[in-house]
């Protein structure tokens, strides 16, 4: 208990400091949850930055809730969704939920899908979420 209080203000210090990660990094850090996104392009971002190519940046709005974003990496082995609302996160996941076995990496507003379960546990490293796969 007292490292992890030790570790928590380190990483309080340096972020007050501007070295090390931000408030919303450490509170993700602290409760396990993942951080929510405005769009699927500040999404693939997080997911470029984790080592993960997406040479896809035709992000799509749903034509019912422009909140939420769709983006397909052009690779055509993953794409991503943010939602907009909780109803349509429920959505996503109800949907990947009965499809056949596609895994999937989930949190908050955001759902991240490839048949690569490796780059999925990659993604899960650095931006937090569960890992589901379908039966």
Known sequence: ?????????????LALTGCGPTAEDIQAMVDGSARAYDDALALREDVV???VPCPGTDQLS?????ETTFLDCTNGHMGMAVAGSDE???GFL??????????FLHAANWV???PDEARLEQLQD???GELSTNP
Not at 1 to 13: E, F, G, I, K, W
Not at 62 to 66: F, I, K
Request: hydrophobic residues 40%; glycine residues 10%.
């Open 1 to 13: 208990m007292r490292r992890s209080a030790l570790a928590l203000l380190s990483l309080s210090t």
């Open 49 to 51: 930055d984790a080592g």
């Open 62 to 66: 749903a034509p019912d809730d422009p």
């Open 88 to 90: 349509e996160m429920e």
């Open 94 to 103: 109800n949907t990947l939920g009965s499809r056949g076995r596609i895994p």
């Open 112 to 114: 991240v899908i490839s």
């Open 126 to 128: 650095e931006l937090g």
